[in-house]
């Protein structure tokens, strides 16, 4: 049956951060991932909700100071028709429709995804892979957290319990190159059963194997980057051969489970598929 957790408003951050700091809530805006979990569906249901839909202050995409800046209200249809992103975060805009529907797009918002941590996240190997910085406040200030070491286990942050998700900032980096895949059991409307973002360094256009990042979803408890693969890029021509040899080292190094949506091994396979023709590609293999 589902529950009607009591749901508090706040008029402003600064009423949410007291609310926050007096008694646990579960912050929720779009509503996309708690409302299932009203249902008693999947995961554990929430004692008490904080809607922050209405802070307006959480919302918009701005460039300065060499970043992409994007509020945590931020939608995913909003990032999708968004020139800044679309000039300066593609893969993550491409990452963005591959969430659900319309429907979905409109409501979700990228603060929500990365605090819901789940390993399935979509835009989460892609903030990996770009280096974006997870800037948290609370009544106590503000501080920033590498996405490195934002997502600390299965559908666990380093978010304490009294801190929201402001933003999330990216480096512009016109000499890397970032390219994101997906893969579910249709096109749409689909939860990822592997999902990666690949990086790289540029050098006047062409591909500089350098500063190499693989960031990976639905392998692991949480998002991952692989970094002995990584190591293994590092400073290697994307060639055939080099394809293959990182094909077998990340299916090594991951360590997927059987769930309802796939196996094991399947993962472990599209994996070391997807990214071996990523490498291709970028080499014009």
Not at 2 to 25: F, K, M
Not at 253 to 279: F, G, W
């Amino acid at each position: 049956m589902p529950i009607q957790p009591p749901v508090e408003s706040p008029r402003d951050l600064g009423e949410a951060y007291a609310l926050l700091a007096a008694t646990h809530h579960r912050p929720i805006a779009g509503g996309t991932d708690v409302m299932v979990q009203i249902t008693g569906e999947i995961g554990q249901l929430p004692d008490r909700l904080l809607d922050v839909w209405h802070l307006e202050g959480l919302r918009g995409i701005t460039v300065s100071e060499g970043a992409l800046t994007i509020g945590a209200l931020t939608t995913y249809t909003a990032m999708r028709h968004s020139a800044p992103c679309r000039e300066h975060a593609p893969a993550l805009v491409e990452a963005a429709a591959t969430i659900g529907a319309a429907q979905i797009q409109n409501r979700g918002t990228i603060g929500g995804n990365i605090a819901n941590a789940s390993p399935a996240g979509d835009t989460l190997p892609v903030l990996l892979a770009m280096d974006a910085e997870i800037v948290a406040g609370s009544l106590r200030g503000e501080r920033i957290v590498a996405a490195a070491d934002f997502w600390t286990g299965y559908r666990r942050t380093a978010l304490a319990p009294d801190e929201l998700v402001l933003r999330v900032r990216l480096p512009i980096a016109p000499d890397r190159e970032v390219r994101f895949r997906k893969i579910g059991t249709r096109r749409a409307q689909a939860i990822s059963k592997v999902v990666m973002a690949l990086s790289w360094h540029l050098r006047d256009g062409r591909p500089e194997w350098r500063d190499v990042r693989v960031a990976l979803g639905s392998v692991a408890e949480r998002p991952i980057r692989v970094v002995a693969t990584e190591a293994l890029l590092e400073g290697a021509a994307p060639t055939a051969e080099t394809a293959a040899r990182a094909a077998e080292a990340v299916a090594g190094e991951i360590k997927p489970i059987d769930d309802v949506r796939s196996t094991a091994d399947y993962r472990r396979a599209v994996t070391a598929r997807v990214l071996q023709r990523m490498i291709r590609e970028a080499g014009g293999w």
